[in-house]
């Protein structure tokens, strides 16, 4: 099991700055893209249900309609104030800082666990704020997710002298590493499945790369981004852009429920 994400040695001031209205034109596809997971967590009216990491709160949105009771938590406060404005019930919280103890009939999360830097706090976190039997129902990027985009945004730095591992963000285990994870947290694994999901951008990868991939182009001038944008783009067109121009990047998905033991 790759425990990176837990060593504080490892840990860099790397950052991503969400601009709400930036996210919602380039990459409402992420809440879209809920629906499968928000089925396994299948929702029932009344119960108290924590959204680890609700950005904006489209998908939170969705998860109340069915009536079920529902608290958002955010790093982002962006992001929150976005939520709030639809009329969630949503805080300010990192996922590492979850205050709450046996309140909760589950904890649902759509790609956020991956932006997730202390991993065991926030499974500890969630172990303790779930009910004895509530379920934790999770969907987020896998062992091999965004690879060829990764990889070319890693070349992209190295050829400008640049470590760019030290500024990765993401943490994408393997079904087997995360179960182990969970089971370490006491968690009893009922399913996780590791799956490719190509996904369609509405845009330009370069847009995709501002958005998600900001950590990266940190060290970078402005001119310098836009250069390494471009590069990182031809590098993986060949493989990710159609002939007609749009772009399917290769997504892999790792999604989960485990319970809490009763
Ligand atoms: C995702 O799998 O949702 C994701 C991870 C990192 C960057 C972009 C998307």
Not at 21 to 36: I, K, M, N
Not at 79 to 105: H, T
């Amino acid at each position: 099991m790759s425990l990176a994400s837990n060593n504080p040695a490892t840990i860099v001031p790397f950052e991503t700055h969400w601009d709400p209205a930036d996210y919602g034109r380039t990459a409402r596809f992420v809440s879209d893209l809920g629906e499968p997971v928000l089925r396994l967590l299948a929702p029932r009216v009344g119960e108290r249900i924590l959204d680890l990491g609700c950005g904006d709160g489209a998908l939170t949105q969705r998860l109340a309609a069915t009536g079920a009771c529902v608290v958002g938590i955010d790093p982002s406060a962006e992001f929150i104030a976005a939520a709030k404005a639809l009329g969630l019930d949503v805080r300010l919280m990192a996922g590492e800082d979850l205050p709450f103890v046996s309140e909760y009939d589950a904890v649902f999360s759509n790609a956020a666990i991956h932006w997730i830097r202390g991993q065991d706090a926030m499974l500890a976190g969630v172990h303790r704020s779930l009910k004895p039997g509530g379920r934790f129902v999770g969907e987020f990027g896998g062992a091999g997710n965004v690879a060829q985009v990764r990889a070319a945004a890693l070349a992209a730095l190295a050829r400008r002298g640049i470590d760019g591992a030290a500024l990765d963000p993401w943490y994408f285990p393997s079904p087997e590493d995360y179960r182990a994870r969970l089971e370490h947290h006491g968690f009893r694994v009922v399913e996780i499945s590791l799956f490719e999901r190509p996904t369609t951008l509405p845009g330009e990868l370069s847009d995709w790369l501002g958005t998600f991939a900001q950590s990266f182009l940190l060290p970078l001038s402005e001119a310098e981004r836009v250069a390494a944008k471009a590069e990182i783009a031809a590098e993986v067109a060949p493989t990710l852009r159609a002939p007609d121009g749009v772009w399917s990047v290769d997504y892999v998905r790792l999604r989960f429920c485990a319970v809490r033991p009763k």
